[in-house]
């Protein structure tokens, strides 16, 4: 089964912290993504990767960088935390073989706190 | 646009059958897809349609009709860990990507 770990399942950080959120898959995939999850927007996508170093902005970038230095690992990065960035994130790997055209395989979940 | 619509919430009762509804408007359409999240757990992969029809999985089911940009879940004798979120998202054919509804929360009562 496919695996996807996301290294923190729960933070508290304060107002202008740097974060770091790490997310490694176990099965080969080619696509990663990072969501975030609010109540009442459902999931929107904030960046994904669909190769080692390559990244592309998704719908809500602004306040995140992102890196892929290793074909399993994909790390969200909050250069200055804001409270508007409190949320839970969601991790996401896809493949381009086999399976549903697109089938995203999600992590637990990252909820992120920010004071 | 892009804008999927499904319902916030929904209840019914156990042993019941329950129909989650699912309308999408995008600029390319390339298969629907239905996730089923637990509070505080990861979405997990329910169906997949990419042709009209029903698609019949155990107890649930799920059906398409791309021209009406409509699909439903069906959930037939439903227990009580079936309360859960659940999630439309369709693939964009033109960015390739998941386009997510807001989710409908559904909740099973004994």
């Known amino acids: 089964d496919v695996k996807v770990t996301q290294s923190s399942r729960y933070l508290v950080k304060r107002t202008g912290e740097k974060v770091f959120l790490e997310c490694v898959q176990d099965?080969?995939?080619?696509?990663m993504f990072w969501y975030r999850q609010d109540p009442g927007l459902g999931l929107r996508l904030i960046y994904f990767s669909y190769d080692v170093k390559m990244k592309e902005k998704g719908d809500i970038p602004e306040g995140y960088s992102v890196s892929r230095e290793k074909k399993e690992r994909f790390s969200l990065i909050l250069e200055s935390a804001s409270t508007n960035q409190t949320s839970m994130y969601l991790c996401?790997?896809?493949?381009?073989?086999?399976?549903?055209?697109?089938?995203?395989?999600f992590g637990e979940g990252s909820r992120l706190t920010v004071l | 646009g892009q804008n999927i619509d499904q319902p916030t919430e929904m209840t019914a009762t156990e042993g019941a059958i329950v129909q989650i509804n699912c309308t999408y408007q995008?600029?390319?359409?390339?298969?629907l897809f239905w996730y089923q999240q637990h509070a505080g757990e990861a979405p997990t992969f329910l169906s997949y349609?990419?042709?009209?029809g029903l698609e019949e999985k155990g107890r649930f089911s799920s059906f398409l009709s791309r021209s009406k940009g409509y699909s439903y879940l069906l959930l037939k004798e439903l227990q009580m860990k079936d309360s859960a979120s659940y999630l439309c998202a369709v693939r964009d054919r033109d960015t390739d990507k998941l386009i997510f509804g807001t989710g409908t929360r559904l909740q099973v009562f004994p």
């Open positions: 349609n990419v042709l009209d």
């Open positions: 995008t600029s390319g359409f390339n298969g």
């Open positions: 996401a790997s896809s493949s381009l073989a086999g399976g549903h055209p697109g089938e995203l395989f």
């Open positions: 099965m080969d995939h080619e696509n």
